[in-house]
């Protein structure tokens, strides 16, 4: 049987269905009338029947209230209490009394305290919402029927709370701030903690926070109003500090000082160090928001700008020049307007950079001025001192002067001397009583004192001479003649007058010069000589002797003769004689063939008249003359006459020097053949150093004879008989001392001091010369130099070389080879002989000593690091180590003297860190994070301050210096 549906009824009736199986009905709707008529089918496959089914309904409240929407969304601004939000409707599908919505109800008691809803489904605030505590409530909200009970339908009302703007902007630090004094306009500041930020809990617009800057310093940093980074005011060349790590979150690095201050920066630390101002948040984009402040502190960091500048000082110091060494003179201090510790640019170091002489230094960190050596105001009176202040700046290091004058006060120190020994003047005799003969000056050193120096003579000159006690001008108290003394010696002395030294001497010598007063004169006008012809040549015919009373040369005879025969004759001057003998052979027949004779006016027809003219040597000359007759016999009718003639018309002896008085000289004899006869000798020049026997002839010497005093000695003897007509001969004598080696070798110095710069010789090389006399002559003269005291083959290796100057004077060239250094030995003392070439030499010893001069030529060289043993330096230092933390120091040693051996440091780093320049601190100039850089390898170097400077073996350049390493790893 099948079972359906259909056909009675309104189509809004059909809410049933049916079950074709089991004819079941079922109501599928819901019902909304109180009846229902349904038609009912019945099929059995052949047959089909219908019946009709009517369903009558009584009242039920069968529907809860439904709302119109699903949900509902509203909005409302915050803090508005009391403000209707939104309306809500509800419907119910029942009939009657249970179809009526009859109210509605904030359901959650939580929402109850904030909203209500009327009964006509009017949803408003009971209190102002606060839109950052909330910003979206979701209100469940019941609609009630007329059921009893009632049905309740729900819906969900969505209320966003609008912004309004009602929170200031807030920060959460107070900030500082970090620049580098004489950065460029535009340089950005560094801000810890960093960025600047205020957050506002407003939203939109409200919360879009603009930032401005007041207070102390708007004029010369500003700020960017949307990212809050600080700059210097004017933005010529913004320098975004690291902006590539910031923006990629990796730490930004401190930044590096400038070098120097640019031309046109506005920041000066010295001027203003710190600025404070107010950093202002406005929210609302800056538009009438609300607004809030937070501190911001910028510190202006130092850099080195500014010189030491010495505080005003006495620059002039009156010394007493015999105070000790470490005596004080003065106090130096230098202040630096540059940031104070813990930075180093105002810490400051002194140095004596000229003018000390080794005198004087300056303690590099009291500034105090020490004596050092010792003061000799004779040597050096006034010592201008040139102090240099360094600071001690990281990167670069900027230096001030000052100049200090030390004049040394005069103590007694010295006694008064003279400058020479020995004062020669001369004075011309006979001059007036009062001349003035010299003008002694003494000098001492102490002249500081104004000490007032007293002249005196020997007491047994003041008969002859006087002296001016203050300006030591010599005066004559009489006349003198050169007849009476030829010269005076003398003492004259200089006495400060202190008692504490004994007076100065100095010898004086006052030789009179002569005048040209007297004319030769011969003891007789006339003279006669005889002469056998045929007499040969150089026969001593006579020696003419003229006197002249002046001195010296004015008293020096030159002797000439001249007359009818005189070309027969020479004459020569000896010893103020005139020797004159035969010049050519004569013959008695021819002289008179060709009338030589006979002459008038002689007494005889065989006698020759001759004059002899003796001229002096003043101004003007003078002369006197004689005549001398020589009778000339002829030989064939003289033979047997007789004539007196020496055994030789010379006598020549050689002896030696020194021999004591009564030494035989030499023998003469005449004769005339007569065997009565008697001969007498006189000598007729009467030397002073000969005595004649004038019997027999015998010459002796009368005191020690010294080649010194003349070589040669020339006398000449007179030989007359005693016949009726008394004969007369003349015979000369010619001594010649020889030399006995009686001198030592005399050096021209008592001692030889020579200097040379330190340094490799590779050839020969002369460094000075010494030189020797010898008074003695020939072989007992030459000299030769030889070393003594040091062994000439050991390094370096000395020679001495010897060269003639003249007879007897020689000079030694003294020269070096090899290595010299200063530093191992500074002078080389040995002896140098001066050894004459005599069989039994004599022989003289001089010192000398050879000072090395300091050039530089040692680089600086580092103490080994004591774990490396080697010039790499290792150390370890922590993680974030403070800034100015010390890391190693390194020590350097220049063994040269003076600024070649003053030793200054660097490194070669990029700013992290810095080393004292003097002492070899290395320090950090910034912290340093592990996660920065774990390792810095660090090039040191080490200068001296010589001219050339010089320096260890990796850096060369016009300033040497010395490299090591140092590697630091951040633990």
């Keep these: 049987m099948t079972y359906w549906l259909g056909g009675v009824g309104s189509a809004d009736d059909q809410i049933f269905t049916v079950d074709p199986s089991t004819g079941i009905v079922t109501q599928t709707e819901l019902a909304e009338k109180a009846r229902y008529i349904v038609e009912v089918w019945a099929h059995d496959g052949l047959h089909s029947s219908n019946s009709t089914l009517t369903v009558y309904y009584t009242l039920s409240n069968a529907y809860s209230p439904q709302f119109e929407q699903p949900f509902y969304d509203f909005s409302v601004l915050e803090n508005s209490a009391n403000t209707s939000v939104g309306r809500v409707h509800a419907f119910d599908n029942d009939t009657g009394e249970f179809g009526e919505v009859v109210g509605y109800e904030v359901w959650s008691s939580e929402h109850a305290l904030l909203f209500s809803v009327t009964s006509e489904g009017e949803l408003s605030t009971i209190l102002g919402l606060d839109r950052e505590e909330k910003s979206l409530h979701i209100v469940t909200i019941a609609a009630y029927d007329g059921g009893a009970p009632p049905r309740v339908g729900f819906v969900e009302v969505l209320v966003a709370v609008e912004d309004e703007n009602d929170n200031f902007p807030q920060f959460a630090f107070n900030y500082t701030g970090f620049v580098w004094e004489g950065v460029s306009k535009g340089e950005q500041v560094i801000i810890q903690p ?27 940093f500003k700020i960017d109003a949307d990212s809050g980074e600080v700059y210097v005011r004017d933005d010529i060349s913004r320098w975004l500090l690291d902006r590539e790590k910031r923006e990629t979150g990796q730490e930004r690095a401190w930044p590096t000082p400038p ?381 047997d006459c007789g004539l007196l003639l020496f055994e030789n018309d010379s006598y020549r002896r050689e002896m030696d020097e020194d021999q004591p008085a009564g030494t035989p000289v030499v023998n003469v004899m005449a004769s005339s053949g007569g065997s009565a006869e008697v001969i007498t000798y006189t000598l007729l020049d009467t030397p002073n150093f000969a005595l004649l026997d004038s019997n027999s002839g015998q010459i002796v010497t009368t005191q020690n004879l010294l080649r010194l005093d003349g070589e040669r000695r020339v006398f000449t003897v ?135 001069l300091d050039v530089n030529s040692h680089d600086p060289l580092f103490f080994p690091d004591p774990v490396t043993d080697s010039s790499f330096y290792e150390v370890e230092l922590e993680e974030d180590a403070a800034c100015h933390s010390l890391v190693l120091t390194v020590h350097a040693n220049d063994t040269d003297e003076g600024l070649n051996g003053f030793v200054l440091y660097s490194i070669d780093e990029d700013h992290t860190f810095y080393i004292d320049k003097t002492n070899g601190e290395i320090r950090t100039a910034t912290e340093l994070p592990f996660n920065s850089q774990p390792s810095y390898q660090l090039k040191v170097t080490a200068s001296d301050q010589g001219s050339p400077s010089t320096a260890e073996p990796t850096v060369s350049d016009t300033m040497e210096s010395t490299a090591a390493t140092a590697s630091v790893t951040v633990s």
Aim: glycine share 6%; hydrophobic share 35%.
């Design 718 to 852: 007179k030989a007359v008989d005693n016949s009726l007509l008394p004969k007369t001969a003349y015979a000369v004598v010619y001594v010649t001392l020889l030399d006995i080696n009686n001198h030592d070798p005399a050096f021209s110095l008592d001692s030889y001091d020579f200097t040379l710069d330190e340094g490799d010789y590779n050839t020969p090389w002369q460094f000075g010369t010494v030189e020797a006399s010898d008074q003695d002559a020939g072989v007992n003269s030459e000299l030769v130099f030889s070393l003594l005291d040091w062994d000439e083959s050991k390094e370096p290796k000395i020679t001495v070389e010897t060269e003639k100057v003249t007879d007897g004077r020689y000079q030694g060239h003294l020269k070096i080879e090899g290595q010299l250094d200063r530093s191992t030995t500074q002078d080389y003392s040995f002896s140098i002989v001066a050894q004459d070439g005599a069989t039994s030499p004599r022989n003289s010893t001089v010192a000398v000593t050879l000072t090395l």
């Design 194 to 220: 960093l960025p600047i930020l205020a957050t506002d809990a407003d939203e939109g617009e409200h919360a879009v926070i603009k930032y401005t800057l007041e207070g102390n310093g708007t004029e010369v």
């Design 259 to 639: 070098i120097s201050p640019a031309p046109d920066t506005p920041l000066d630390r010295e001027i203003q160090n710190i600025y404070q101002l107010e950093v202002i948040a406005e929210d609302n984009a800056g538009k009438s928001g609300n607004k809030n402040s937070t501190t911001l502190l910028i510190t202006i960091g130092d850099i080195n700008d500014n010189e030491p500048i010495f505080e005003p000082i006495t620059e002039n110091y009156e010394l007493a020049e015999n105070v000790s060494a470490g005596h004080v003179i003065a106090k130096v201090q230098a202040t630096d307007k540059d940031a104070p510790l813990p930075s180093s640019n105002a810490v400051v170091r002194y140095f004596m950079m000229d003018g000390a002489e080794d005198k004087f230094e300056v303690d590099r960190i009291t500034g105090d001025v020490i004596v050092r050596g010792e003061l000799d105001r004779s040597k050096k009176s006034s010592y201008s001192l040139i102090i240099q202040a360094f600071d001690n700046g990281a990167y670069y290091q900027n230096s001030g002067n000052i100049t200090l004058t030390v004049n040394l006060l005069d103590t007694n120190s010295h006694a008064p001397f003279f400058k020479d020994d020995l004062k020669i003047s001369e004075i011309p005799e006979g001059a007036e009583v009062g001349y003035e003969v010299a003008t002694v000056t003494a000098v001492d050193l102490d002249d500081g004192l104004s000490l007032q120096l007293t002249y005196s003579l020997q007491d047994d000159v003041d008969e002859e001479f006087d002296i001016d006690s203050t300006t030591g001008v010599i005066t004559t108290k009489k006349r003198f003649f050169t007849a009476d003394q030829l010269k005076f010696n003398f003492t004259v002395y200089a006495d400060d007058g202190s008692g504490l030294w004994s007076p100065a001497a100095m010898d004086v010598v006052v030789v009179l010069k002569p005048l040209n007063l007297h004319e030769p004169e011969f003891s007789g006008a006339n003279v006669y000589v005889t002469l056998l012809e045929k007499m040969a040549k150089d026969t001593l015919v006579y020696v003419a002797e003229a006197k002249d009373q002046d001195y010296g040369t004015y008293g020096q005879l030159d002797y000439s003769l001249t007359g009818n025969g005189s070309e027969y004759f020479n004459i020569t001057s000896s010893n103020n004689l005139g020797i004159m003998t035969v010049k050519k052979t004569m013959d008695y027949k021819e002289l008179h063939d060709l009338g030589v004779l006979p002459q008038e006016g002689a007494p005889d027809n065989d006698t020759i008249i001759l004059n002899i003219t003796a001229m002096d040597n003043g101004q003007p000359r003078l002369s006197g003359s004689m005549l001398l007759y020589v009778t000339i016999f002829d030989w064939n009718i003289t033979l």
